[in-house]
């Protein structure tokens, strides 16, 4: 049995619903991995447990990213002021005839560095070698869920070699990895291979996570050609019953909505906004509609190839500050209701796994603190972050990696960097026409 | 004479039209405040210039601020989820009857403590007791513009005590220092306050920073009240002639962008995308047509009682998604538009001020650095800002400020922080009812 105590700090409690609060002066008492009790830092009886002094910090859930595509940061910046077709026709896709599983770790290595450094304590990935992906995660000590992307042009070959890499990595029996299903999109996966992957799902209690309706392009021209919207088509094919992370939802109709609300305990959508902007992608996820049906949300930054970061702060403001906009509503997304969305499942509860992000808040842009819920959606930084635990080991201890050495992970990004961004034949891995 | 050398960083290169680009291993070179060259590195001669070694830094042009209210950092998260006018009547203006010149100074120290090592070299200020945001911005060494605030309803007294104000701060004769007449906007100035200011404008050779038009039931009511927009008000009472720097411009008829082009040569327009979504106000300032029209703008982050932040990375970031959102045209508002928006008029070019801002992006939320144009605007963090010179004074060295105490300027402020936004009476500075 470990036993970690997190020594007074200021702790952000997030109910299911209602208002966040902090409860200032607390102690976080840490058992094999696993939050054991929270109490007030007088009250707490001496202990043999290794303690972490958080004096003048505050405690959080750690930061989930619902929706990202970890290696892509080696690709950060080199595809910009693009649009959606020309991103991935004259960019993306002929990059990733470039990946090789090396080349997929060193990338998920340096994005899980990036994530854990700035508070992120779990991460949703949708790639190719997602094995490699795992490993990462694995070394770095973040919790991840990894689903092995295919497409339907690859053939069933690829297919099922998708579906093995889930297999192998849930056998690697880490408590913190776990892996889903990843057929790309309806757009890019045929009908048949949606339905065999939903009954593999079904069989062996998989997940499966895919991008689902990113623009109103895409969802016209699933009306067109399977007479359904793509949400439609995820419930015919089983996808929607077997329990579905989609990403995005943006252009759905009112019938999706329904759809998905009859699949909502089984259900989570991933809502990334910095990426509806930059890649002028038309509608945002309707948050509000589908919250109002009970399907929950969640936020995610995608790939830093549009993204350019793996910042969750940026996703969780810019999702505050969209939803305002859209719904002209400056009283929708609140505090309490954004901080929810960036950290759910994560909760600092009794019980709960010891996944928690302990910031500083006393530097001049969060100052003075007149409410610390408005300093984490509007003001703070990343710089903030001082400690991150995930399943209770502390992976960053004073703004510093403890499970790997940052500098020879830049180093061998760097080295990589540009034989995968480079483009010396015509090939590309899939052709943009939804 | 003094003269400094900026030894062999990178540096941008912003022209006034076409794309940015970076030119490695060059030497800048500064005599009394001004850039008076700039070298590859190699072909420096010896001299016996300071030294500042900007080995693996970029050098740009010092970003400005061009509309805020600085002491409102007092305010920061005080305002959280509130319509417009609620934000103004609940809060706001009710809390600016606790301002005092004292209070006013502290705000504004701290303001220019976080634009500064943020990589901010000016401001374009607007608020009350503008000589104490003077003397901190002296103090500080950032170069600043402050307009002093009046209203009609505070009467004629204080609109000629605003223009004195003016004329003190001029007379500081501090060439990093300027002012500005500061009506408040349209909707709170009488039109004859307005014409009065245009005259004192005209007379004494001052500029007009004002806010206009920022939703359109502004602008809406102003045809019911005026028969004339606000564009067209400011154009009757002789304020656009007389030069306007112009806050939001955000609902405008196509009249008014055609009375605003007849005064381009005199008129710059500050657009702060983050409140206008905060706030959900409806329309952003519309600048692919006021570009269009010959009509500069410039990117401002407005107040940190709506903005929380006084960071121009953010509302530069903002200001380039939110374009490329609302145009539905990922190509617009490019890397390169967006940072000549931010940098204006900064350049690094000889015979210009060395307003200067080096940063690192060395750190793994920018690496590996395929565009260092898109890792200014799309990744960088304010950490990222090392060094920063105000023409031509090492103000930020090290990512600390050289010219005041850090500690000293947030005691301060936490002090004032609570007497500044506790409402103990029901008084009001103004009522907001366009």
Redesign the interface.
Same mark, same amino acid.
């Given at each position: 049995m470990t036993s970690t105590l997190i020594r007074n700090c200021a702790v952000l409690v997030t109910p299911d619903s209602g208002d966040c609060s902090v409860q200032d002066a607390q102690d976080i008492h840490i058992t094999d991995g696993t939050i054991s009790a929270i109490t007030p830092t007088r009250q707490t009886p001496p202990s043999d447990a290794e303690v972490l002094d958080a004096t003048g910090l505050l405690a959080i859930p750690g930061l989930t990213n619902a929706h990202t595509h970890t290696p892509m $940061?080696?690709?950060?910046?080199?595809a /910009?002021?693009?649009?959606?077709d020309n991103?991935f026709n004259q960019k993306i896709w002929p990059m990733e005839t470039n990946l090789t599983p090396e080349r997929v770790r060193i990338g998920a290595r340096?994005a899980c &560095? /990036?994530m854990l450094?700035?508070g992120i304590t779990s991460f949703a990935d949708h790639y190719f070698h997602a094995d490699q992906v795992a490993q990462a995660a694995a070394e770095l000590g973040i919790r991840a869920d990894l689903a092995p992307t295919f497409f339907t042009s690859t053939g069933p070959e690829a297919r099922e070699a998708s579906f093995d890499t889930a297999r192998q990595i849930r056998a690697l029996s880490n408590p913190r990895i776990t892996a889903s299903l990843g057929p790309h999109a309806p757009y890019t996966v045929s009908e048949e291979d949606l339905t065999r992957t939903a009954e593999v799902a079904r069989s062996e209690n998989f997940r499966i996570h895919l991008h689902a309706a990113e623009t109103q392009e895409q969802t016209t021209s699933s009306l067109t050609h399977h007479n359904a919207t793509p949400i439609r088509l995820l419930h015919r094919t089983g996808i929607l019953e077997a329990g579905a992370h989609l990403a995005h939802a943006c252009a759905l109709a009112d019938e999706d909505v329904t759809l998905l609300a009859q699949h909502a305990d089984r259900t989570v959508i991933a809502t990334c906004p +910095?990426i509806?902007? +930059?890649?002028?992608m038309?509608n945002t996820t309707p948050i509000r509609s589908l919250q109002a049906a009970g399907i929950p949300i969640s936020i995610g930054t995608d790939g830093?190839a549009a993204h350019? *970061?793996?910042?969750m702060w940026e996703s969780l403001r810019?999702t505050?500050? *969209?939803e +305002? @906009?859209k /719904?002209?509503?400056? *009283?929708w997304m609140?505090?309490s209701q954004t901080l929810r969305l960036a950290t759910h499942p994560n909760t600092l509860t009794p019980g709960h796994p010891a996944d928690i992000t302990l910031v500083d808040l006393?530097a =001049? @842009?969060?100052? =003075?603190?007149?409410? =610390?819920? %408005? %300093?984490l959606v509007?003001?703070i930084? =990343? %710089?903030d972050v001082i400690h991150v635990l995930v399943a209770g080991h502390l992976v960053v201890h004073n703004q510093s990696l403890t499970t790997a050495d940052?500098p020879e992970?830049?180093n061998q990004?760097?080295e990589v &960097?540009d034989s995968l $961004?480079t483009l010396t034949t015509p090939d590309t891995i899939q052709h943009y026409a939804p």
């Open positions: $940061v080696l690709m950060r910046g080199a /910009e002021d693009l649009s959606l991103w340096l &560095a /990036e450094l700035s +910095k509806y902007l +930059k890649l002028a038309g830093a350019n *970061t793996q910042d810019l505050a500050l *969209t +305002k @906009h /719904e002209q509503d400056a *009283t609140s505090l006393s =001049p @842009h969060n100052q =003075p603190l007149h409410n =610390p819920l %408005a %300093a509007y003001s930084r =990343p %710089a940052l992970i830049l990004a760097n &960097a $961004v």
